[in-house]
């Protein structure tokens, strides 16, 4: 399944990098759903998202910061030197602006915060496309590089893990969070994040997204067989 083209115009070839099997097929999904694009790949590790790039040659690379083996921005930068005309598109829940200004410093053309839908990631992908579009072989003119630079507007502000609590929260419960995801092992739901803390799940869910947002702590989905996928969290 591949996304639709104009005719005469070939779909941008993407790889699929991400450690979760369910997650890089709904990414790979995505991809297929947006006109002009192809997944073409997918990997799972940092290792096996190289060999991939350097055996199908893709336009693009969506790719995890936490992979098994290596994080991502390791892997952006061994990119860089094993096929150097391919970009890169970070997709991952690290929020921290230490991140995200080194994903920056290291090429990527854009910086997407999991968990996302379709619309989020189709509307990333048109904007590069434009990008490549507006800037053919010669010379540019500004207009065009604004283009290709997504118009010239500053990334967002990634908000900083001491930003105030917000109305209805305490401190004193915030630290209790905060201390049961950095002794779970792995991750917590909020319904399991309120049980040890001694709370109702929807308070739970009310902390836990303000230290997702806040950059203390990332959220991955797990998806089953049916339903909505469950939000699992886990300290930063």
Do not use: C, W
């Not at 990997?43 to 098994?68: K, Q, S």
């Not at 305490?170 to 209790?176: G, I, Q, R």
Request: charged share 25%.
């Amino acid at each position: 399944m591949t996304g639709g083209s104009a005719p005469g115009d070939e779909a941008l070839r993407v790889l699929v990098v991400d450690d979760d099997f369910m997650v890089a097929k709904v990414h790979g999904g995505f991809v297929a759903r947006t006109p002009g694009f192809s997944p073409v790949g997918v990997a799972h590790t940092g290792a096996e998202a190289l060999r991939r790039a350097v055996e199908l040659r893709p336009d693009l690379v969506l790719l995890d910061l936490y992979l098994p083996d290596r994080s991502g921005l390791e892997v952006l930068a061994d990119l860089r030197g094993a096929v150097p005309d391919v970009d890169v598109l970070m997709v991952t829940a690290a929020r921290d602006a230490e991140t995200v200004r080194a994903a920056v410093r290291g090429g990527v053309v854009h910086y997407l915060i999991k968990p996302f839908g379709f619309e989020d990631l189709r509307d990333r992908l048109l904007q590069y496309a434009a990008g490549r579009r507006a800037l053919p072989a010669g010379q540019a003119d500004q207009s065009a590089v604004d283009q290709l630079f997504g118009g010239g507007r500053p990334l967002p502000a990634v908000p900083g893990p001491r930003a105030p609590l917000p109305k209805g929260l305490s401190a004193e419960t915030a630290d209790l969070i905060a201390a049961a995801l950095r002794a779970a092992e792995g991750d917590l739901s909020a319904s399991e994040t309120a049980e040890r803390v001694g709370i109702s799940r929807v308070s739970a869910r009310r902390y836990l997204e303000f230290f997702t947002d806040t950059g203390r702590a990332e959220v991955r989905l797990r998806y089953g067989n049916a339903g909505r996928p469950e939000r699992r969290y886990r300290a930063l």
